[in-house]
Nanobody, 127 residues
Framework: QVLLVESGGGLVQPGGSLELSCAAS????????MGWFRQAPGKDREFVGT????????FYADSVKGRFTISRDSAKKTVFLQMNSLKVEDTAVYYC????????????????????WGQGTQVTVSS
């Protein structure tokens, strides 16, 4: 069992920045990746980015590439999502997700790959 606790959401103006954090606890020894997804009102949940825990490689959705950055504090088992140059269309509930090592058809950008989810944190970009 892995518990994910997110924080850092809020209201920001277009062009502004915000940083989300996600702290993992519990059975995290077999972490393969920790990622971020988001869901805007009336839309499906979509991939934002993820970090492969061993080595720290990161992958991003095209819509956020160059604006969002994922980093981590390994000792605290915490992953961060730094969001810069925010746009109105970035408004959504952001979810942290965790996946362990396993045989699966699903890639790291597919939500079905992930085993545990945070509660979500609202990010609103508005003037």
């Amino acid at each position: 069992q892995v518990l994910l606790v997110e924080s850092g959401g809020g209201l920001v103006q277009p062009g502004g920045s915000l940083e989300l954090s996600c702290a993992a606890s519990g059975g995290t020894a077999g972490t393969y990746a920790m990622g971020w997804f988001r869901q805007a009102p009336g839309k499906d949940r979509e991939f934002v980015g993820t970090m492969i825990w061993s080595g720290g490689s990161t992958f991003y959705a095209d819509s956020v590439k160059g604006r969002f950055t994922i980093s981590r504090d390994s000792a605290k088992k915490t992953v961060f999502l730094q969001m810069n140059s925010l746009k109105v269309e970035d408004t959504a509930v952001y979810y942290c997700a965790w996946t362990g090592y396993k045989s699966t058809f699903y890639g790291v950008s597919d939500e079905l790959r992930y085993d545990y989810w945070g509660q979500g944190t609202q990010v609103t970009v508005s003037s």
